[in-house]
């Protein structure tokens, strides 16, 4: 009899800690569709506001998800290739109960442009090869490879000064006057957004050589040397790195105030001071955190993070933007 009492007190206490566990729960369902239908196989990433801590999950053949998560406050993100990104932020999750974030995504600004987001589509029909990441002969990652870009994960907003609130509303009304669109470059945040990049390592030196970028060529100083002083502002600036474990940590400044940070124009100043890290978690995928501390527009420092993903038999070919900014007679 004490043992049957015993097993009864085990499973009562089993059943109690699921029901605090549940009690301190709740869910976020939503579908995602756009003009053509449900979106499946869209990622979907929900992020706790406080904890800074990431729940991944990926919409069904209907454009259904959901997610179980502490009680808590929630931002919810999805950049799918073709699709404006989905930024649902502040979801008030309260124990035992859901909360819905049904979005219907408009196509992206870019999908009919010829060449805009190819290798993102390229990059969504295929699987990253696995395997451990690669080392150099002196035990480092070894970050070489032709690489496919990958989207803004979790956008912020960052908090901007006046001025520049005021440039970015009117930039983001005329988004035809984009550097990138008159043949200039894209600037370091934008770097691994759209185009295919290959990177060169080397002990004492990391080169980026970017497809439809311009200059297209990025040195990245690993010998242990200083910003040199007074730089000349230009449009990559000066770029050292150094490593801190398996991170690659690239230390950027001398840059000009000409780049627009994204496609709606955020505005970037000669006081800017970019730190950006890269991680190659294994043979296929490489992370990139990307903060960006530029006193001058913003009231604090903001990030950018992406995930790469290697493109094993791609190459960069040469790219041409010479009078791109005069073909306006092919626009309806």
């Not at 998800?65 to 799918?80: A, L, R």
Request: glycine share 8%.
């Amino acid at each position: 009899m004490r043992v049957a009492c015993a097993t009864l007190a085990v499973v009562m206490t089993v059943f109690a800690a699921i029901g605090w566990a549940q009690a301190d729960r709740g869910q976020i369902r939503g579908t995602l569709s756009g003009a053509r239908g449900p979106i499946p196989n869209a990622e979907v990433r929900v992020k706790n506001t406080a904890t800074g801590e990431v729940t991944v999950t990926t919409t069904s053949p209907a454009g259904e998800f959901t997610v179980m998560v502490p009680t808590g406050t929630y931002d919810v993100f999805s950049s799918t290739v073709g699709y404006a990104v989905l930024a649902r932020r502040n979801v008030a999750v309260k124990a035992g109960a859901t909360q819905q974030v049904d979005a219907k995504l408009a196509d992206n600004a870019n999908a009919g442009t010829p060449g805009e987001i190819f290798f993102l589509y390229e990059r969504a029909e295929k699987k990253p090869p696995t395997g451990p990441a690669p080392r150099t002969r002196d035990g480092k990652p070894d970050l070489s490879g032709v690489w496919y870009p990958g989207p803004d994960l979790e956008p912020e907003v960052p908090p901007m000064l006046p001025w520049a609130e005021e440039l970015f509303k009117k930039r983001s009304a005329k988004s035809g006057d984009d550097p990138r669109a008159q043949c200039l470059p894209s600037g370091i945040v934008r770097t691994h957004g759209l185009d295919l990049a290959k990177l060169v390592q080397t002990p004492n030196l990391l080169i980026m050589l970017v497809e439809s970028s311009v200059p297209g060529v990025r040195q990245v100083f690993l010998d242990g040397r200083p910003h040199p002083p007074n730089v000349q502002p230009s449009w990559l600036g000066h770029s050292v790195g150094r490593w801190e474990g398996d991170t690659l940590v690239i230390d950027t400044i001398g840059l000009n105030d000409r780049v627009w940070q994204d496609l709606a124009g955020r505005p970037q100043t000669e006081q800017a001071h970019i730190i950006e890290r890269y991680r190659r978690r294994d043979l296929g995928q490489m992370e990139v955190e990307i903060t960006i501390d530029d006193p001058g527009a913003y009231t604090r420092p903001w990030k950018v993070r992406r995930l790469l993903e290697l493109a094993p038999g791609e190459e960069i070919l040469e790219y041409i933007c010479h009078e791109n900014h005069k073909t306006e007679h092919f626009v309806n």
